[in-house]
């Protein structure tokens, strides 16, 4: 009886110190069954999680000098500086004559046939400056500050100019979340007008 104890529990102690086995599923197929192997295809690369659009609330500016000097004259060079400043920084940028600069977070339009008119900006990049020492990142108080606006809110704000002169209508809009300078855009329409 002892001899039994001893190898049962020598037995119960190997069976312990196995490691586990994942189960194996095996099936014999016959000769003349055909298998097949049913998957999507996986894409080359994977759709990237979009982020949620945002909600702004609308501040509508009015009579703003400040606002007034930048819809005449939104960046401090000319869009052929900003390209070599791009290139002289490394930032992989493309380049329209007579159209357009762009570069992952921003993109100008414009047209050279009525001087070097702007016609639309959206810019989300701190590497492009705005005249007036505006730029992306700017904290929405110094922005207030700068230009005089009274009118704060809490929550995800846009302020939002137009001024119309020479049959021109100008849109500029400026996008703040938590507070920040996130983005710029700026509309001229329209961009040229032929006599």
Partial sequence: MKKISSLAFFVLLSCAQQKPSEPV????????????????????????????????????????????????????????????????MGVTSEWENGGGLSYDSAAISYNRSYGEAICEADIQSAKLALNKGITIGMALTDFLTLTGIKSWSQGTLRYEYTYSAQEHTYTIRFDFANNVLIRFFYQKDPCVIYD
Avoid: C, Q, R, W
Wanted: charged share 25%.
């Fill in 25 to 88: 599923a095996t099936s014999t197929m016959e000769e003349d069954t055909l298998a097949t192997t049913v998957s999507e295809p996986v894409p080359a690369e994977l759709p990237a999680a979009s982020e949620p659009e945002l909600s702004y609330k609308t501040i509508p500016v009015e009579n703003n000098g400040v606002l007034e000097a930048l819809v005449n004259n939104p960046f401090p060079k000319d869009l052929e500086a900003m390209k070599a400043m791009l290139d002289s």
